[in-house]
């Protein structure tokens, strides 16, 4: 399409938009004769609304920083900035949920005779269905706990090993090191390394950096211990234990290394182990001034293991749940909330303070207690289902019953870090999971006795249980509870709901009654089939569907807390470079399955980015809003959507799509994800300074205005470079993957800062 006719069909489409629907086919008709012309027009007002159409054209600022329309739709009432937390989109009309169940004066007569022998039939087939709603809840939930388990101690270990890391790589401290291993390499090195100051010097840092507690040993390449934090000295110039030489030779090797919780109990001369309670340390390589490693640093005393706990501790879910950290060999290497009960059972000593590193997480095939304690050695006992399995190395979960360490029936989760060596179990006892099952069996047949009793009051109750429906049926779809409209979109409405028996919150989008047909029905199932088979962390989740009583579906999705990229940017500004980095890596990593998938996103642009201030760097984005995600190579017996010309927003769409709106090609994506980092730097979108009406034809022909022209700081020029690359009219001078975009932000990661503290105190300040 050219400029000129996209101008145009533009300009028919804002005002017929404004006409009642039945009357716009008729205006179209009388303002031009071009039927290629009417039917694009058609198109955009069956498809977008007018919020959709003109914020795709140019945004303005409003009052307050809010992101406001401009054009026709700057009447709308409430702006982005006002909707709650969620999937966010253009606000759209409330949708009515007029119940199609109409009142039957026969029915309560008819049921009073047929109500007996059908009422017990119910009770089973609704506890059937109950039971396998409830199951597939929990597995949901138990999956969420897994992955939130795994994510949140990968993430604190690796935030801990970059800390040992940044330490190393202070200049005075390597100067120090340096000075020391010199010196170690004399024939009997221990007196010279007594003399030298640059023990001093490193105590001294090492102290500013640990505070009075820290715990420090350096190692040269012999294993020779070069300075500790001990006051007396007596290790320096020892040897290090026989035991610690593979952790010092893969250190040497370059690694960072995190140890596992464990006792400390061999001694070695000058060196007494510390038992008081399980110990975590760290092991980084001190680099010379060649880059290559000349000692390794052991650091600890910085509240390692306490952290750990705490983690867990948070994790720990409902009155039984229990989150635990577990070795290869089945010995819990955490604590555990339920050390109580196994003191109280005889599994531990009366005078133990703590299960970790000295059980083993056994299945003893009954429930202990001092009434049927356990009578074999709890070490000869099989592992129980998720123990064994996590120190396979597996990932899984299961709501069949097993029996946990202390014979207590639990369903559970188990994910494996290999970063830590370690696996993460999560359980909760059958009973307490599966209690709203009990309730409503006995609920089902106390109602199935008073029905057959008394067929009359039967039909009474059905009658009022019609009228209940009908009260509430706009209130509730399947098995979620209404709670408030967070926006609509061209096709769909998004509420904020709640899951009826689990009380879990959820983003429930429904399709609007206006775009209930046949067509948009098999559009909006191969949403939610596409969305639903991503499993990234960094892309939306879709954990139900279903249908509603009037035979619309809808979908449940993860509810995500915070702001999409277009609302931070309106509220704060242009983003750091640090943070873009980090924002635009998430991205890479869900594209890079939906790509791996076949999938081709189509749309990806701030509106479609959530950022929310969880994971262990207090920044975290989610991409969503896979409508328009296309198969690379489709199957001919899918359904096909119809191309058109607003199937993208066109400062964030790649050139080629423009001439081939068609075409599936996942480096569009990577063009997109460009845009995306370009809006985050500069603080306004690609080709923002020119008219609307010749967008297209300058998207074609030209380039953005160069990042560096925007942002003035050399310092950001690496990045740049990579979005401009991004960003390519060119498919083949792109980066041709996601994957590929990654690893390049992962080399210039370093080199911006975007820490904790900062993610944190601007959430504080705008979120």
Same mark, same amino acid.
């Given at each position: ?179 020391? @291993?010199? *010196?170690? %390499?004399?024939?009997?090195?221990? #007196?010279? &390394?007594?003399?030298?100051?640059? /023990?001093? +010097? ?93 000692? @390794?640093? *052991?650091? %600890?005393?910085?509240?390692?293991? #306490?952290? &750990?706990?705490?983690?867990?501790? /948070?994790? +720990? ?97 188990? %994910?494996?870090?290999?970063?830590? #060596? ?346």
């Amino acid at each position: 399409m050219t400029p000129e006719r996209y101008a145009a069909a533009r300009e028919i489409f804002y005002q017929a938009e404004e006409l009642p629907v039945d009357e716009q086919l008729a205006f179209v008709e009388q303002q031009t004769s071009d039927p290629e012309l009417r039917q694009e027009v058609m198109s955009l007002l069956q498809y977008h609304d007018a919020d959709a159409a003109v914020e795709e054209g140019a945004t303005v600022k409003g009052e307050g920083g809010r992101t406001v329309v401009s054009g026709p739709a700057a009447a709308t009432p409430a702006s982005l900035a006002d909707l709650p937390s969620a999937i966010r989109v253009a606000r759209g009309s409330q949708i009515s949920a007029a119940s199609s169940i109409k009142r039957r004066r026969w029915l309560p007569l008819a049921l009073s005779i047929a109500v007996a022998l059908p009422s017990l039939l119910a009770v089973y087939g609704v506890e059937r269905k109950a039971k396998a709603s409830l199951e597939a809840s929990r597995s949901a939930q138990l999956k969420t706990l897994g992955d939130t388990a795994a994510l949140a101690v990968h993430e604190w270990a690796q935030g801990k090993m970059e800390i040992a890391r940044s330490w190393a790589r202070l200049p005075q401290l390597q100067f120090s090191v340096e000075e020391l @291993v010199q *010196l170690g %390499r004399q024939k009997d090195p221990r #007196e010279t &390394l007594l003399r030298s100051s640059a /023990r001093d +010097d490193i105590h001294q840092q090492m102290t500013a950096l640990g505070g009075q507690g820290v715990r420090y040993v350096f190692w040269d390449r012999n294993g020779t211990t070069l300075a500790s934090w001990q006051a007396d000295a007596a290790d320096v110039g020892n040897p290090i234990p026989a035991d610690a030489t593979p952790e010092l030779s893969r250190a040497f090797a370059g690694q960072t290394l995190i140890h596992k919780p464990d006792y400390v109990e061999h001694r070695t001369e000058g060196f007494s182990p510390e038992t008081a309670q399980p110990l975590m340390w760290l092991l980084t390589p001190v680099l010379d001034a060649n880059g290559k490693p000349q000692a @390794v640093m *052991l650091l %600890r005393g910085i509240g390692l293991y #306490e952290e &750990l706990t705490h983690i867990f501790d /948070r994790l +720990d879910f409902e009155s039984t749940g229990d989150t635990y950290l577990v070795d290869d060999r089945g010995r819990l290497r955490s604590e555990v909330r339920h050390t109580a009960d196994l003191i109280e059972a005889g599994l531990l000593p009366d005078t133990a303070t703590s299960a970790a590193i000295v059980f083993r997480a056994g299945d003893p095939g009954h429930l202990v207690s001092q009434r049927q304690p356990l009578r074999q050695d709890a070490e000869t006992l099989p592992l129980t289902i998720a123990v064994s399995h996590a120190a396979a190395r597996k990932n899984g979960q299961t709501v069949q019953a097993y029996r946990d360490y202390r014979g207590v029936k639990v369903i559970g989760a188990w %994910r494996w870090l290999p970063d830590l #060596e370690l696996g993460t179990v999560a359980e909760i006892s059958v009973e307490e999971a599966f209690a709203p099952r009990g309730l409503l069996r006995w609920s089902l047949l106390g109602l199935a006795a008073v029905m057959t009793l008394t067929a009359a009051a039967t039909g009474l109750v059905v009658d009022q249980r019609f009228r209940s429906v009908r009260k509430t049926d706009a209130e509730q779809f399947g098995r979620y509870e209404l709670i408030e409209e967070l926006g609509s979109g061209g096709m769909g409405v998004v509420y904020r709901a709640r899951h009826q028996l689990m009380k879990r919150p959820a983003a429930l989008k429904v399709i609007r009654p206006d775009r209930f047909d046949d067509e948009n029905t098999l559009r909006f199932d191969r949403e939610v089939q596409l969305a639903a088979g991503l499993r990234s962390l960094h892309s939306v989740s879709v954990f139900d569907y279903g249908w509603t009583s009037d035979g619309r579906a809808y979908c449940a999705m993860e509810l995500l807390d915070g702001m999409t990229v277009h609302q931070a940017i309106g509220r704060s500004g242009p983003m750091p470079a640090g943070r873009v980095v980090r924002l635009m890596m998430h991205l890479c990593d869900s594209l890079s399955e939906a790509h791996a998938m076949g999938l081709v996103h189509r749309d990806v642009k701030p509106r479609n980015v959530m950022v929310s201030p969880q994971g262990d760097r207090n920044d975290w984005a989610v991409l969503f809003d896979f409508g328009l995600a296309k198969s690379v190579e489709p199957d001919e017996n899918l359904f096909m959507t119809q191309e058109r010309i607003w199937a993208g927003t066109p400062m964030f769409m790649a050139p080629e799509r423009f001439r081939n709106p068609g075409r599936t090609d996942p480096r569009s994506d990577i063009y997109s994800l460009g845009a995306v980092g370009y809006f985050m730097l500069a603080g306004k979108e690609p080709f923002s300074e020119i008219d609307p009406s010749g967008m297209f034809e300058l998207i074609l022909s030209s380039s953005p205005v160069p990042l560096h022209e925007l942002i003035d700081l050399p310092e950001v020029s690496l990045l740049s470079e990579l979005i401009h690359r991004c960003m390519d009219r060119n498919p083949e001078a792109r980066p041709q993957t996601a994957e590929e975009v990654r690893v390049e932000l992962a080399k210039i990661e370093d080199l911006y800062d975007w820490t904790r503290h900062q993610a944190r105190q601007w959430w504080a300040t705008f979120g």
